[in-house]
């Protein structure tokens, strides 16, 4: 079963707008981190925003927040003033709590957003 | 704060060698973490390194291993190479690892022919 869920395998927003790439998630875990990684097409990964588990405000960044719903596994990243710049894959991922060595898979990334912002 | 550097950046192997990849970490990070990205398959995670132990593993053939150094540089071992092991190869490194937030580097293209 997948783990992070990102649904929507790509997106368009125009300029200026605000927009949400959803993801949930699925873990039977209390302790644990959602991130929201951003992937231009030069391939590196850039950190954007994290949201521990016990949180109880969602995390901002900038133009950058999440939306953060624990009771329904919801962790959306909202983009505010949409820049061209802003163009790229998106990844959610989770990281589950502490675990046995003999425990696998457990950084789990979605399958990631296509985002593109339109002048 | 230079970032996380990996190199090379580019490598083109043949079927059946080795291959070793470095990565040096953020500068009083701790943590490394290896991933492996794919078209097919996205990104899925080798391992985690911290205080020259593994950790953490994923779910891998033991063609693939790791270790990392005193100064929490790591490199990343496959052998005997096959084609479906082209994909770039990402590490990441945090201050302690666990549920901390992680920094990627450029990545290290490997192709396999």
């Known amino acids: 079963a997948q783990k992070i869920t990102q649904t929507q395998p790509g997106m368009f927003v125009q300029e200026k707008e605000a927009v949400t790439l959803d993801c949930t998630y699925d873990t039977s875990d209390q302790s644990y981190g959602l991130f929201w990684y951003k992937q231009p097409s030069s391939g590196e990964m850039i950190f954007l925003i994290y949201?521990?588990?016990?949180?109880?405000q969602n995390a901002t960044e900038g133009r950058y927040s999440l939306n953060f719903q624990k009771a329904r596994k919801s962790a959306n990243l909202v983009i505010s003033a949409s820049q061209l710049g802003d163009s790229a894959m998106y990844f959610c991922?989770?990281?589950?709590?502490?675990?046995?060595?003999?425990?696998?898979?457990?950084?789990?990334f979605g399958p990631g957003t296509s985002l593109s912002v339109i002048p | 704060k230079a970032g996380v550097t990996q190199t090379p950046r580019y490598l083109i192997k043949t079927r059946g060698q080795q291959v070793t990849l470095s990565c040096s970490p953020i500068s009083g990070h701790r943590s490394v973490s290896w991933y492996q990205q794919t078209p097919g398959q996205g990104l899925q995670f080798l391992f985690e390194?911290?205080?020259?132990?593994?950790?953490n593993k994923g779910n891998f053939p033991g063609r693939f291993s790791g270790r990392q150094f005193s100064n929490s540089r790591s490199e990343m071992n496959v052998s005997t190479l096959e084609l479906g092991d082209s994909a770039l190869y990402l590490c990441a490194s945090s201050v302690l690892g666990g549920l901390g937030e992680q920094y990627f580097g450029p990545g290290t293209r490997l192709t396999v022919t």
């Open positions: 991922a989770m990281r589950e709590g502490e675990a046995p060595k003999t425990s696998y898979d457990k950084v789990i």
């Open positions: 390194y911290f205080s020259e132990t593994q950790r």
């Open positions: 949201q521990g588990s016990y949180d109880e």
